[in-house]
């Protein structure tokens, strides 16, 4: 009923940390950079094709709070932005496979880049 029709938004530049705790992950792996992904929903947790990300540079001052408040304005960007985009008919997904503008996307949109 529901494929291709729901979007969520997820703390991590997916595929990358999956499931809770991903600004602490992050963090822990010693990474660069970290984000937030829009994906449609699938059964597989945080699984679905990923649609538009922003990224935010890893600072050494970061801990897991001040990373989720710093990421928080990005994702109240990239979120409105996608459901936009699909309310107004140019984001769907057909068989696992973002289409844009009736393209078929093989890389997720980044926001810089929007």
Not at 83 to 98: M, P, R, S, T, Y
Request: glycine content about 6%; aromatic content about 6%; some cysteine.
């Amino acid at each position: 009923h529901f494929a291709g029709k729901m979007l969520n938004i997820h703390p991590s530049l997916l595929p990358k940390y999956r499931g809770l705790n991903t600004h602490q992950r992050a963090l822990e792996s010693d990474d660069t950079v970290h984000g937030a992904s829009v994906h449609f929903v699938t059964p597989d947790l945080d699984g679905g094709p990923v649609v538009l990300q922003a990224k935010l540079t890893l600072r050494p001052e970061h801990t897991a709070e001040k990373l989720a408040q710093e990421l928080l304005p990005l994702e109240h960007k990239i979120y409105p932005q996608s459901i936009a985009w699909f309310c107004a008919g140019k984001l769907q997904c057909h068989d696992n496979q973002v289409i844009f503008d009736q393209n078929p996307l093989s890389k997720p949109l980044l926001l810089e880049n929007i």
